[in-house]
């Protein structure tokens, strides 16, 4: 079975021990990204299965209809980047372990680091100190403030243990189940929704993004944080309201943001106005870029892809397909 595995940017895969998966297929790693959709079905004319890293690449339904070879797609969580209805209509299984296995830690530590730079200002002092200056303000200790988390899953909980190591303040809000499994789990939620961004010092969210999630973080749930506020964002720029956060910011409500995830990925500094915005410490949607996690993720998407070769396909999203 010929193999592509796209957007593998620093060639990381088939070092790691997950890449032992695919032993004794026809694997090509691609590490560069193509954006031009007919360059794209050209490279990927040959390949019987493909694997995406993230939603680096879209799959829409012209892009398939130009594959009559491709049977697979294999990748991880949810797939707002994939024409499910095309790749049926193209006979085209998608595998997706929705599941996952261990917390992402990676991503946790990740939103973490983001909230120690932005309360001490870690950017802005470093490129201080390149300069040939000293300090250039004063941070915020983050011991005895509140932290509000929105989304009650795995990174979350982790994300909430490290602030009560600090001796912070957690307190939640999210979807009402998630509402439902934090009060059950004895966790404090805000009074309402408004309470929840009014009352805390920084806000992270940590939601899948999906259809009925877009756009979850409105204008108005911006403006009700207070000036000194930081918002987190490690888990999609989709999730917040177009332009919200930027006009948010621009009104001075929050005063901060971090963020590691953008509407148009990758970016350049200069293109994006949240990543050139003064009051945005901001990172290139590296929260899950470690070797660890990778391998942890890809474990997953090449056993799919032997599964399939085996006959045996796991987590797959329109078994229909094989009928």
Known sequence: MKVAVLDDWFDT???????????????????????????????????DAITLFRERTPITAGLLASLPKLRLISQRSVFPHVDVEACTKNGVLLC????GGTPPYAAAEHTWALIMAAMRQLPQQMQSLREG?????VGKTLHGRTLGLYGYGRIAKVVAGYAE??????????????????????RKLAASREAFFAQADLVSIHVRLKPETRGLITAQDLAAMRETAVFVNTSRAGLVEPDALVNALNAGKPGFAALDVFDQE???????????????????????????????QFDDIFRQVKAFENGAPLNMINPEVLH
Not at 96 to 99: D, V
């Open 96 to 99: 997706s372990n929705m599941k």
């Open 266 to 296: 990758p970016i350049t500094w200069a293109d994006d106005p949240l990543a050139a915005h003064p009051k945005v410490t901001a990172t290139p949607h590296i929260g899950f870029v470690t070797e660890d996690e990778l391998n942890v």
């Open 165 to 186: 190591a600090f001796g912070m303040n957690v307190v939640w809000w999210g979807s009402d189940d998630g509402r439902a499994r934090a009060a059950s789990d004895g």
């Open 133 to 137: 200056n000293w300090q250039i303000g």
């Open 13 to 47: 895969l088939r070092h790691l021990p997950c890449y032992e998966h695919l032993q004794g297929m026809d694997v090509t790693v691609f590490t560069d990204h193509e954006p031009d959709e007919a360059r794209l079905a050209k490279r990927l004319a040959e390949f």
